[in-house]
Nanobody, 118 residues
Framework: QVQLVESGGGLVQGGGSLRLSCAAS????????MGWYRQAPGNERELVAT???????KYVDSAKGRFTISRDNFKNTVYLQMNSLKPEDTAVYYC????????????WGKGTQVTVTS
């Protein structure tokens, strides 16, 4: 039914930038949250940024001022612009869509690797 396709991960030097995209297909509901979590080896998965249908964002403290989340509701796509990247940002980044209308459901992407070198 719902499928999330992530893109934009890669290898960058510290201080560089990446732009992640996640396009959702299928019925994700008219009210939902889209965003990104990340998980580094040996660490728990943590919220990076989310944005509501209405455009209200949430960020992990370490991302504030560096990352910007946005979405295109016509394309059902969420973006994460990551600037001033640091080695500690290295992780697998997972797209999340949380359906809030009708039945409640979380949908996860397969993950895209972000690696930031010193």
């Amino acid at each position: 039914q719902v499928q999330l396709v992530e893109s934009g991960g890669g290898l960058v030097q510290g201080g560089g930038s990446l732009r992640l995209s996640c396009a959702a297909s299928g019925n994700i509901g008219s009210i939902n949250i889209m965003g990104w979590y990340r998980q580094a080896p040996g660490n728990e998965r943590e919220l990076v940024a989310t944005v509501t249908t209405g455009g209200t964002p949430k960020y992990v403290d370490s991302a504030k001022g560096r990352f910007t989340i946005s979405r295109d509701n016509f394309k059902n796509t969420v973006y994460l612009q990551m600037n001033s990247l640091k080695p500690e940002d290295t992780a697998v980044y997972y797209c999340l869509v949380r359906r809030l209308t009708g039945f409640r459901m979380d949908y996860w992407g397969k993950g895209t690797q972000v690696t930031v070198t010193s």
